[in-house]
Nanobody, 123 residues
Framework: QVQLVESGGGSVQAGFSLSLSCTVS????????VAWFRQAPGTEREFVAR????????FSAESVRGRFTCTRDTTNNQVFLQMNRLKPEDTAVYYC????????????????WGQGTQVTVSS
């Protein structure tokens, strides 16, 4: 089993930054790709970014590319989502998820999920 716990959400004004953390635990957690998804009310869960198990490879969705960065601290089993130049449309509950497929971007490819953290961006 793999457990994930997010932290760092909050409310900010547009143009500002927030950083989310995801602590990964469990015997195989360090071998999994970790991704960030988000879900706004009335919408489907959307892929945001993912980082490889080694932390050497990062990929982000076009909607956040150039603004969001996903990094991994393999020593402490943490994954971070640095969100810069936030926009009101970034408002959502953000989830981290873990899975064994290295290039996955669909929610169903990630069997392990955190509880989510709210990010609210006001204009």
């Amino acid at each position: 089993q793999v457990q994930l716990v997010e932290s760092g959400g909050g409310s900010v004004q547009a143009g500002f930054s927030l950083s989310l953390s995801c602590t990964v635990s469990g015997r195989t957690g360090s071998t999994y790709t970790v991704a960030w998804f988000r879900q706004a009310p009335g919408t489907e869960r959307e892929f945001v970014a993912r980082v490889s198990a080694s932390g050497n490879s990062f990929f982000s969705a076009e909607s956040v590319r150039g603004r969001f960065t996903c990094t991994r601290d393999t020593t402490n089993n943490q994954v971070f989502l640095q969100m810069n130049r936030l926009k009101p449309e970034d408002t959502a509950v953000y989830y981290c998820a873990a899975g064994s497929r290295p290039y996955a971007t669909l929610p169903q490819d990630y069997p392990y999920w955190g509880q989510g953290t709210q990010v609210t961006v006001s204009s």
